[in-house]
């Protein structure tokens, strides 16, 4: 994909205003930054683009207590060029020894392990979306969100790569997604 418009970023980044508290007092577009230098796949978010990327940061939470406000910070970023989309995550964590690191394998179960995702609603239909997740061992779930997201199927495989790397204050997480 060489042509890429900001009103498809709105539609794409929905789904990340849909876990912050912002999403529900107002609606504000989301400007992903566009580079282009190459980010280094290594999960920790260390090129200056990723400062410049506008920040998302008012997350809530939505297990056990649905729009409390999130136990521990999370922020994200969104940045694209050519060839890819780049969604990075710090999760912040009061005790990172106690951060859920479990499975290994692709499609590992949800919920068991301690990570991020993101929801793509690429045909902007809200009822259909591709959803790419990870844990902080790098195993990667993705599925088909069908039926207004009442189903998946998370036989479906796509393509993406994920990087994670642990610190003192929690983890940071890279996707990067090909057009």
Not at 73 to 100: H, M, N, Q
Request: charged share 25%; with cysteine.
């Amino acid at each position: 994909l060489h042509f890429v418009n900001y009103k498809f970023f709105y539609l794409v980044f929905s789904i990340l205003f849909l876990l912050t508290k912002k999403s529900f007092a107002q609606q504000e577009t989301y400007h992903p930054l566009r580079i282009t230098e190459a980010i280094t796949l290594n999960g920790k978010l260390t090129e200056p683009e990723w400062q410049l990327a506008p920040l998302i940061n008012d997350f809530m939470e939505t297990d056990p207590n649905p729009a409390a406000d999130a136990t521990e910070k999370t922020e994200a970023w969104v940045l694209y060029d050519d060839e890819f989309l780049y969604v990075g995550f710090r999760c912040y964590d009061s005790d990172p020894s106690k951060i859920l690191r479990l499975r290994f394998e692709r499609d590992y179960n949800l919920g068991d392990d301690d990570g991020t995702g993101f929801i793509l609603d690429t045909y902007h239909d809200k009822n259909t979306a591709v959803s790419f997740c990870s844990n902080t061992l790098n195993a990667r779930w993705d599925a088909q969100v069908l039926n207004d997201g009442n189903d998946n199927n998370d036989s479906y495989n796509t393509f993406g790569d994920v990087a994670t790397n642990m610190d003192s204050v929690g983890y940071t997480t890279e996707y990067r997604v090909p057009w």
